[in-house]
């Protein structure tokens, strides 16, 4: 009678894997794995103490990444949006109120900046449902049911001004990042863009 093949280590039956050819079942025998005279094996295995200290190092790793997850780090601290907020406040930018919601101007919202660092200008034209977003280059006619959502967080030291970020695709990589948007009008913004019902 044969009997499965184990090896005594030190480390439980349990924690041994034999490799032969690729991974060994525990119920094999050498006759049934084709292991000959001369056949190389390898034994692989781990103690108890092992499997513990993998297990808590795991749990730290965890742990640490959901503290990250709940501190996430604000978007105005975040390297890609430092690169166009640390020129600082535009000159021609509106200027902006916080601690104060007002309804969209009846002139073009100017003098924002997008992620290279041009100027941007946004003209809501709600009688058409749309949103113009212009750049020196070009202007964007976008309709307002395009735009899946939009986020915004005020800028560290310039409450009276946020970040704004209009998602225009599927994905969150796919957001338009518009800097010193004036805090006055971001509820607004949203109202035209989504819908109050779509944001709260």
Not at 142 to 162: F, Q
Request: charge should be positive; charged fraction near 25%; include cysteine.
């Amino acid at each position: 009678m044969e009997y499965p093949i184990y090896f005594y280590i030190g480390v439980p039956d349990s924690m041994q894997k034999l490799m032969y050819k690729g991974l060994l079942q525990d119920n094999q025998t050498i006759a049934s794995s084709g292991i000959t005279k001369g056949s190389k094996i390898m034994l692989v295995g781990s103690t108890l103490n092992d499997v513990l200290a993998v297990s808590s190092v795991r749990k730290q790793d965890v742990a640490e990444m959901e503290k990250a997850a709940s501190a996430k780090e604000p978007l105005c601290k975040q390297k890609i949006h430092r690169k166009v907020l640390d020129k600082g406040v535009p000159e021609d930018v509106m200027p902006g109120i916080r601690n104060l919601k007002e309804g969209l101007p009846s002139v073009p919202l100017s003098g924002m900046l997008n992620k290279h660092g041009g100027k941007v200008r946004l003209t809501f034209k709600l009688e058409s449902d749309q949103l113009w977003l212009s750049t020196k280059e070009r202007t964007e006619k976008l309709p307002m049911g395009s735009i899946k959502s939009v986020v915004s967080e005020p800028i560290e030291n310039y409450e009276e001004y946020h970040i704004m970020g209009l998602q225009l695709g599927p994905t969150e990589a796919s957001r338009y990042w518009i800097y010193w948007v004036p805090a006055q009008y971001i509820d607004a913004i949203k109202d035209a863009v989504l819908g109050k019902w779509q944001y709260f």
